[in-house]
C-alpha cells in the first residue's frame, strides 16, 4: 500500500478544532467538512489540496477533542495520508477507524517542507521525499490496520467479513 502526493505543512499541537473547527460541525456530510478543513490555520487549503495530497506536521497533531470530523474533513479534502512526529492517541485511532492513513516519523516531520513530493510505502515504513531525494524511516503498518484503509474504514472493513 503507498500514497504519492504533495506536501501541506503545519506544526506542533495541531488540533482537531483547528482542523475542523466547532461552527462547522452542525453537519456530518464529509464534503462539506472537507471545504472547512483547515480553515482557521490555512484559508486556501481546500481550494489547493488535490487528491493524493499530503498533510506534514509536527507534534501531538489531533490533539483536543475527540471528534471524528476531523480525520474525515482531512480525507475528505482528499488528503491520503498525514505524517507527524507524533499524533494525540485517539485522533490516531479515529484516523485508523475512517480509513485515513498516518505515520509517525520524527526525521520526515522535520525535514520535510510544504510543496515536497513525497511517497509513503505502508508496507515497509519508508517514507520517499522525491523531491529532496531522502528517505525517512517510519513505523510499518500492520497488516490488520492497511485492511482497514484499504477497506475505507472500520465499518467497512467488518461489513466486508
Same mark, same amino acid.
Given at each position: 500500500?503507498?500514497?504519492?502526493?504533495?506536501?501541506?505543512?503545519?506544526?506542533?499541537?495541531?488540533?482537531?478544532d483547528v482542523i475542523i473547527p466547532a461552527?462547522?460541525?452542525?453537519?456530518?456530510?464529509?464534503?462539506?467538512?472537507?471545504?472547512?478543513?483547515?480553515?482557521?490555520?490555512?484559508?486556501?487549503?481546500?481550494?489547493?489540496?488535490?487528491?493524493?495530497?499530503?498533510?506534514?506536521?509536527?507534534?501531538?497533531?489531533?490533539?483536543?477533542?475527540?471528534?471524528?470530523?476531523?480525520? &474525515? $474533513?482531512?480525507?475528505?479534502?482528499?488528503?491520503?495520508?498525514?505524517?507527524?512526529?507524533?499524533f494525540a492517541r485517539i485522533f490516531y485511532?479515529?484516523?485508523?477507524?475512517?480509513?485515513?492513513?498516518?505515520?509517525?516519523?520524527?526525521?520526515?516531520?522535520?525535514?520535510?517542507?510544504?510543496?515536497?513530493?513525497?511517497?509513503?510505502?505502508?508496507?515497509?515504513? &519508508? &517514507?520517499?521525499?522525491?523531491?529532496?531525494?531522502k528517505t525517512y524511516k517510519g513505523q $510499518?503498518?500492520?497488516?490488520?490496520?492497511?485492511?482497514? &484503509?484499504?477497506?475505507?474504514?472500520?465499518?467497512?472493513?467488518?461489513?466486508?467479513?
Amino acid at each position: 500500500m503507498k500514497a504519492k502526493g504533495i506536501v501541506h505543512r503545519y506544526g506542533d499541537n495541531i488540533d482537531t478544532d483547528v482542523i475542523i473547527p466547532a461552527r462547522y460541525l452542525n453537519t456530518s456530510d464529509p464534503k462539506e467538512l472537507a471545504e472547512k478543513c483547515m480553515i482557521d490555520i490555512d484559508k486556501d487549503f481546500a481550494s489547493r489540496v488535490r487528491t493524493g495530497d499530503i498533510i506534514v506536521a509536527g507534534k501531538n497533531f489531533g490533539c483536543g477533542s475527540s471528534r471524528e470530523h476531523a480525520p &474525515i $474533513a482531512i480525507k475528505a479534502s482528499g488528503i491520503s495520508c498525514v505524517i507527524a512526529d507524533t499524533f494525540a492517541r485517539i485522533f490516531y485511532r479515529n484516523s485508523i477507524n475512517i480509513g485515513l492513513a498516518i505515520i509517525e516519523s520524527h526525521e520526515a516531520a522535520k525535514d520535510i517542507e510544504a510543496g515536497d513530493e513525497v511517497e509513503v510505502d505502508f508496507d515497509r515504513g &519508508i &517514507i520517499y521525499n522525491l523531491t529532496k531525494n531522502k528517505t525517512y524511516k517510519g513505523q $510499518a503498518f500492520p497488516e490488520f490496520m492497511q485492511r482497514i &484503509i484499504k477497506a475505507e474504514g472500520l465499518i467497512n472493513y467488518i461489513n466486508s467479513k
